[in-house]
């Protein structure tokens, strides 16, 4: 692979790990963090208005020197008056989640904003490779979260084949093992979020923390996969009443009552039955909090021993 593609190259940062978008949580002094951690911070706009997200980015800035981004969740209702700040402000790196960024991705690139959609499929993959995204966030249904339908394992090698930019892997990645696995598939970075709400300085309730270390590895389950947006989440009382309505053919306004504010009720008040707490099938594999500098060194700088112990498979 051309090392002008990989992410901290092509940043000029320390690690070629990007942290996810992670609505109502990632915040300016959360996306500063991580930058100033050595990996690509982001401020999620899922949760901001237009006027908060504006005080965030100026918040970031002053609080890093090295580049951050913004996460634009396309569902929001204020995404076009969103999508306008973060051209003009000239935001580093724009990610987008949830839905088709195509009709702001020229206003960006003419603010000079790298463009990296979030997608779950190849060929939306290659949709969006085509209109001019200058990296794609393959995201396996791994993640916390909305979600597709296709793993990890099998989704980044389909988009690396699809498309001629570079490629981050994302879902299902907490680990060094899972980072040089997603560099063996063809990405050219990772993104993680996960492994970061067990950090010392995510914003989130301690009781959602606590939920994330207790999980177990079948702890997470995804709901509305029936009604419409399919999002992961760790089960709780919440959940399994989702499900068992969804299943049950109850429409859409009926389950609505289940989610509407769900997420602000785990993040902000710690109520983890009634909460929506979004992480990933990698919650049973995360065990302690640490600061965002152990959490991202232990990501990368372990690779060397993993790496040793592959050699095996180059002997005859
Ligand atoms: O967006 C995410 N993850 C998210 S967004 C979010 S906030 C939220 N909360 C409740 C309900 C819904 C959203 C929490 N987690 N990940 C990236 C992602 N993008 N996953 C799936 C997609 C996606 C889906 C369809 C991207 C593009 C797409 O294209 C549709 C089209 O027609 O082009």
Redesign the pocket.
Known sequence: MNKEMRLDKRLGIKYPIIQG?M?NIADGAFAAAVSNAGGLGLIAT?GLSVERLEEEIDKCRSLTKNPFGVNL?L?HPQASEIADLLAAKKVEVITT????PSRFMDMWKEAGSLVM????SAS?AK?LADRGADYIIA?GTE??????EMTTMALIPQVVDAVDIPVIAAGGIADVRQLLAAFCLGAAGVQVGTCLLASKECPIHDNYKQAVLDARDNDTIVTGRIAG?P?RILKNTMAREYVKKEREGADKMELEQY?LGS?RKAVFDGDTENGSL?AGQVSGQIREIKTIAEILADLYEERFGILEQMKSFLDA
């Open positions: 978008g609505a899922g969740m569902m989640g949830a839905g088709n959609p979030v997608v779950p939306i949709r995201e993640s916390g979260g909305h979600v597709g947006t999002v989610t997420l979004m």
